[in-house]
């Protein structure tokens, strides 16, 4: 105990001081990253902007894709002008998007505005990890980066939380909070000390070339793009909870059996993360995964720590894929939180290993450079989750474009969408048309055009990402040996 006691002695303030910003700064991403897609395609008249699938496809997609690639960057210009400087960038551009962001209602503006967001939290996160890399050394480095993903995944949990008790105020309201969180950044930036580092005499331009040379140099190693291409397609499946299943679970799932349960045992829950319409919030239970991460990852990671990375990484793909093509499969509310414990389980296996196992191939001289790298992949996985949510899941899951499809078919004369006739409006006109209760007219679409196909989608990306990784042990990996 003592020994456990004396580690955290050696950790400097700025590492307490770097992890407390994670937190807050994963606390307002995720409280508003959970709610966005439905905020972009939610009827106009819930407080949402009524986008197609597309559009939020695109936004999210390509947003968060450059959100992922910048940070070979913006990590070059923290080290050129200092992490303190750039963290209160960080924090001026984070906290303007955030203001920004409610007051923009067309496509165009969402999209700019996003973006703008996306390059606050790419200035942010490089700083943040080297700060934690360069305040532990050989002894502290496992405990602390530890510590620094437990933020990460109480922020990630608490987040959302916080943010959909906003949310019956208004949808505006979460991005004002979340503003308001990071901006309590700049208290303890404070406080910051700059970390002590390698001061290197040489211009912007020739960082930025000394970047470039470095991609050349990585990605001349074909064995670590494949393995990087690969892993794109693990996060692309994994994305989805994010980018698709909240707006799955809002337009198909019926969940007043799960809001008469807590409103029996715990009607306080009903309060914050109930509707009027005797639901439960989508984003309410795609936070379970959160959840399930913090109380298993400790047990999970015991159970996979005596496994090699690449199989660990099989076998958590494999599950993930699993959990994630169950939680599109039923309009059972328990059997999506089921479904989502499955997805976890296979996360808390599959993901950490990634880190793990990018630095075990990593020559010893290049070990931070292909670890730069590990965003790569996130950011294609982005992109082309973008693509799945929006695109393909307009096309076979949406339930405004498989109601305009029934409606054609019965030769309905149905007015087309528009700012003054939304997305319920045209749900509430054709279940006029058939008689039927908003309930009953999803029950009836859902039977009719099944749009739980959509798992199909999920299951062959995922399988496919760990087909290919299976085929890269065996024939790249193992056969070298």
């Known amino acids: 105990m003592s020994d456990k006691v ?91 998007a955030f203001l920004i962001m409610p007051l923009c209602k067309s496509f165009s503006s969402v999209f700019i505005a996003y973006i703008y967001l996306a390059l606050g939290a790419a200035l942010f996160k490089p700083i943040i990890s ?43 309201s979460v991005f004002y909070i979340s503003s308001a969180i990071i901006a309590f950044n700049f208290l303890v930036l404070l406080f910051y000390k700059e970390p002590e580092s390698e001061k290197k005499d040489e211009s912007l331009a020739q960082s930025l070339r000394t970047i470039a040379n470095n991609i050349k140099i990585a990605f001349s190693d074909k064995k670590f793009v494949i393995f990087l ?26 969940t007043s059996s799960m809001y008469k349960f807590f409103e029996i045992n715990w009607p306080w829950i009903i309060e914050t993360y109930g509707t009027e319409g005797n639901q439960m919030q989508a984003e309410f239970i795609t936070n379970f995964d959160a959840l399930y991460i913090i109380i298993f ?27 994630m093509s169950l939680t599109v499969l039923t ?36 070990v931070g450079l292909y670890m730069g790298f590990s965003y790569i992949p996130m950011a294609i996985g982005n992109l082309l989750a973008g693509f799945i949510s929006g695109f393909v899941y307009q096309k076979m899951a949406d339930n405004i474009t498989i109601a305009q499809k029934e409606a054609k078919i019965q030769g309905f004369d149905i007015p087309e969408l528009s700012d003054q006739f939304t997305k319920n409006d045209y749900l509430n006109a054709l279940a006029s048309k058939l008689d039927l209760t908003q309930q009953q007219l999803t029950n009836y679409l859902w039977e009719t055009h099944h749009p739980n196909r959509i798992w199909i989608v999920l299951f062959s990306v995922g399988i496919f990402a760990v087909f290919m990784l ?11 040996k």
């Open 6 to 96: 004396s580690v955290f002695k050696r950790f400097p303030r700025t590492f307490w001081l770097a992890n407390t910003m994670e937190l807050f700064e994963r606390w307002a991403w995720y409280g508003f990253f959970m709610l966005f897609a439905n905020y972009l395609t939610q009827s106009s008249e819930l407080g949402a902007l009524g986008l197609s699938q597309t559009e939020k496809g695109i936004i999210m997609g390509v947003g968060t894709f450059l959100l992922y690639m910048l940070p070979t960057i913006t990590g070059a210009l923290a080290d050129k002008y200092g992490f303190k400087r750039m963290l209160f960038i960080a924090f001026m551009v984070y906290t303007s």
């Open 130 to 172: 080297a700060t934690v890399a360069k305040t532990t050394d050989d002894k502290t480095a496992s405990i602390g980066f530890g510590i620094f993903y437990m933020m990460v995944n109480i922020g990630a949990f608490v987040g959302p939380l916080f943010a959909l008790y906003l949310k019956k105020l208004s949808f505006q």
């Open 229 to 254: 291409l690969i892993i794109a397609g693990f996060w692309t499946m994994y994305n989805q909870l994010f980018f698709m299943l909240t707006v799955f679970i809002d337009q198909w799932v019926d």
């Open 297 to 323: 990852q400790i047990m999970v990671s015991a159970v996979v720590m005596r496994l090699k990375p690449l199989s660990s990484m099989i076998i958590g793909f494999l599950v993930c894929t699993i959990g």
């Open 331 to 366: 309009q059972n509310p328990i059997f999506i939180l089921v479904s989502l414990l499955i997805f976890g389980l296979g996360e808390m296996a599959g993901s950490p290993k990634i880190t793990e196992y990018i630095g075990r191939i990593a020559p010893k001289d290049k």
């Open 470 to 480: 299976y085929l890269y042990d065996r024939t790249l990996i193992r056969k070298k």
